[in-house]
């Protein structure tokens, strides 16, 4: 089951993926390409006829799939479902009240890197403080789906035998060096959390110092579901780091903005190609012509 953000399927944005080869195998399908209406937004089935939440989005996309983890119960075949929320993301505002309300901006510091100037972004409120309650917010929403989805694996008895995998495709700038949203080489922007929760082979409160991308995640999982190697990777299989065991590679993750993401052109960003080791993180742009190199431990900001 695939339920939530797509945006592998170009555009326009609102496009309908019908069923076949360009879901990559997904057969219970509750999906939006790409939207910014995380209250009443579409997403399809299987027509192009779009459905509407009723509820904010996380909070509707989880209700689908335990929906769909309850249709699961009575069969003894594995399964596999990716919730894909859009928040934590701009519109930053757009989140429930009573998640707001647990964030003061009043009472929170801001990163050292972050620009004043920034608040005229128009992906800002003006007030950089609350741009980051509201971005909270959001997490704090999404972490209490994650405990729903986390909850009805206790109560079914299957915490044990289930790989849960919480990752992100991009971070978020809030206003240092100047950024908002994404796109840049900084680690705002390109470090995100990558946790992996299997109690019959991940040693709990274990933190492999290992270099992930998101090329990873596929073939990781596949070792870890025992259903063998996964044909043609790109990634690598991060399972024996997880494990706890040693792995030397990969020892850096590519990063980059091509040319064909409309972002690039919409918000005047360079189009460029990096890399992140375990210290440093070096970028340039599509020209070759260098752009930065930063020390990420004697320089975290």
């Known amino acids: 089951g695939y339920i939530g953000k797509w945006h592998l399927?170009?555009?326009?944005?609102?496009?309908f993926t019908p069923p076949g080869p360009r879901r990559h195998g997904f057969d219970h399908w509750a999906v939006y390409n790409c939207h910014l209406d995380y209250f009443g937004g579409h997403y399809y089935r299987d027509d192009p006829e779009k459905e509407h939440f009723d509820e904010y989005e996380p909070v509707a996309l989880t209700d689908m799939a335990l929906a769909f983890l309850d249709e699961q119960r009575s069969d003894e075949d594995p399964f596999c479902i990716v919730v894909s929320p859009h928040p934590p993301h701009?519109?930053?505002?757009d989140v429930p009240q009573r998640y707001r309300d647990r964030y003061d901006p009043a009472e929170l510091d801001l990163r050292p890197n972050v620009d004043a100037d920034a608040t005229a972004d128009p992906r800002s409120s003006g007030d950089l403080a609350e741009d980051l309650a509201n971005y909270y917010a959001h997490v704090t929403a999404v972490d209490e789906q994650v405990g729903r989805l986390l909850d009805?694996?206790?109560e079914a008895d299957e915490t044990d035998d289930t790989v849960v995998l919480y990752t992100s495709d991009h971070g978020d700038m809030l206003?240092?060096?100047?950024?908002?949203?994404?796109?840049?080489?900084?680690?705002?922007s390109i470090h995100v959390p990558f946790f992996c929760r299997y109690p019959d082979a991940v040693?709990?409160?274990?933190?492999?110092?290992?270099?992930?991308?998101?090329?990873d995640v596929a073939p990781t999982l596949c070792s870890l579901a025992g259903v063998g190697e996964l044909p043609d990777a790109d990634g690598a299989d991060l399972a024996p780091a997880l494990r706890g065991g040693n792995r030397d590679e990969p020892s850096s993750a590519f990063i980059g903005l091509p040319k064909?993401?409309?972002?690039?052109?919409?918000?005047?960003?360079?189009?460029?190609?990096?890399?992140?080791?375990?210290?440093?993180?070096?970028?340039?742009?599509?020209?070759?012509?260098?752009?930065?190199?930063?020390?990420?431990?004697?320089?975290?900001?």
């Not at 240092?176 to 680690?187: D, I, L, M």
């Not at 274990?206 to 992930?212: G, L």
């Not at 440093?280 to 975290?300: K, M």
């Open 152 to 154: 009805w694996l206790d």
């Open 260 to 301: 064909t993401v409309d972002i690039s052109i919409t918000h005047d960003l360079p189009v460029w190609r990096g890399v992140r080791t375990e210290r440093y993180t070096y970028a340039r742009r599509a020209d070759g012509s260098p752009w930065l190199l930063y020390d990420n431990e004697s320089d975290p900001y």
């Open 90 to 93: 701009d519109p930053y505002g």
């Open 203 to 215: 040693p709990p409160g274990s933190t492999p110092e290992q270099i992930v991308s998101t090329v």
């Open 175 to 188: 206003g240092s060096q100047g950024y908002f949203a994404k796109s840049q080489p900084y680690e705002e």
């Open 9 to 15: 399927d170009g555009v326009p944005r609102d496009k």
